[in-house]
């Protein structure tokens, strides 16, 4: 028979607890520079105005979203495929490339 006395962690739960959230934040950090710099490198290219406007904010709290965005006149219609160098889908693409870049 194999015992294991778990009970020393109930004492040790709130720094379970800030480990967890560290780690959340930490994670959610890394899918949304990931994702960033996916976008960056996926985007179509003329003049370089549209690839240089990207901007990123990672999250400071556990649970909180991170932040990308692009505020030139044309980005909703670049994302929306309007260009033959990025065909739509090309933004969820880069999205979805980073949360699967995560390793256990």
């Not at 015992?3 to 890394?30: H, N, P, W």
């Not at 003049?47 to 990308?68: D, H, L, S, Y």
């Not at 309007?82 to 490339?97: D, K, R, T, Y």
Request: net charge neutral; no cysteine; hydrophobic share 40%.
């Amino acid at each position: 028979m194999i015992k294991i006395d778990l009970s020393d962690l109930v004492g040790k739960r709130g720094a379970i607890t800030k480990m967890i959230e560290e780690k959340t934040v930490e994670v959610a950090a890394k899918v949304t520079l990931d994702a960033h710099a996916n976008l960056v490198m996926a985007s179509p290219v003329d003049t370089g105005k549209f690839r240089g406007a990207w901007t990123v904010e990672t999250p400071t709290k556990p649970f909180e979203n991170g932040k990308i965005e692009n505020n030139t006149e044309y980005a909703g219609a670049l994302a929306n495929g309007h260009s033959p160098q990025a065909p739509a889908g090309w933004v969820e693409n880069a999205v979805v490339a980073a949360v699967k870049g995560l390793k256990p």
